[in-house]
């Protein structure tokens, strides 16, 4: 198995754009979760999908970020527009429903200048 | 509501030492997981070892063994002999069974291994 992939490894973008970041969870998993980790917030949930739906967004910081699951294979994370604290690495994971343990992408890490 | 605590931002031990990375955890859901999580220097997450709130014995995979006491809410990780490979950042993880599935993460501690 490929593993959980998330593209691009690296993004680089300018205050006011709009980033996107892509995940691509392991077949046959049916929650998806995105993360985001820096130094003074460590490892904080974003938000999570259950069979493409998600259950629970209450950590997306505000309206400026946003998370689609169109089907079981594809994730998006969505800032716009883009500001320099948001500046991060976002990972996403995914694993089988139920007390399992998920499986992390190299992750994304965002700059935002 | 669902909590992940670790109170050691930073530890050390000697190379061959075993060593304790503590972990809490508060819930009021019955039904929950336990993880713990490795991230070297080079940002991968690594899941080390699992353990389930209704499994009677701790948890071991090789070097690593789950100090599971669930009166106290802890659930610390104990690595026996360290190695230089060890030195890495170490999260203690919760997914409680009425959530969906939420999984949530402690801080951290770094763990440095000393030749």
């Known amino acids: 198995d490929a593993g959980v992939i998330q593209s691009p490894r690296h993004e680089v973008t300018e205050m006011g754009q709009e980033v996107t970041l892509r995940c691509k969870p392991i077949s046959g998993h049916n929650s998806l979760f995105w993360y985001r980790q820096t130094m003074m917030r460590g490892l904080e949930l974003l938000i999570y999908f259950n069979n493409n739906v998600p259950i629970d967004d209450s950590g997306m910081p505000e309206d400026r970020f946003s998370a689609k699951m169109p089907n079981a294979s594809f994730s998006t994370l969505k800032i716009q527009p883009s500001e320099p604290r948001d500046s991060a690495v976002y990972f996403c994971?995914?694993?089988?429903?139920?007390?399992?343990?998920?499986?992390f992408g190299q992750g994304t890490r965002l700059t935002v200048v | 509501a669902q909590k992940i605590t670790q109170t050691q931002p930073g530890m050390f031990v000697q190379e061959k030492e075993a060593v304790t990375l503590d972990c809490t955890y508060d819930t009021s859901d019955p039904s929950y997981g336990l993880f713990w999580y490795k991230q070297p220097s080079s940002g991968e997450m690594i899941f080390l070892i699992y353990?389930?709130?209704?499994?009677?014995q701790n948890a071991t995979e090789g070097r690593y063994s789950l100090n599971f006491q669930k009166a106290r809410k802890s659930a610390n990780l104990v690595i026996s002999a360290s190695q230089l490979g060890d030195s890495a950042m170490y999260f203690c993880a919760m997914r409680e069974g009425n959530q969906g599935g939420k999984l949530i993460f402690g801080q951290g501690t770094e763990l440095s291994v000393k030749p």
């Open positions: 353990q389930g709130s209704y499994d009677q």
């Open positions: 994971a995914s694993s089988k429903q139920g007390l399992t343990e998920a499986f």
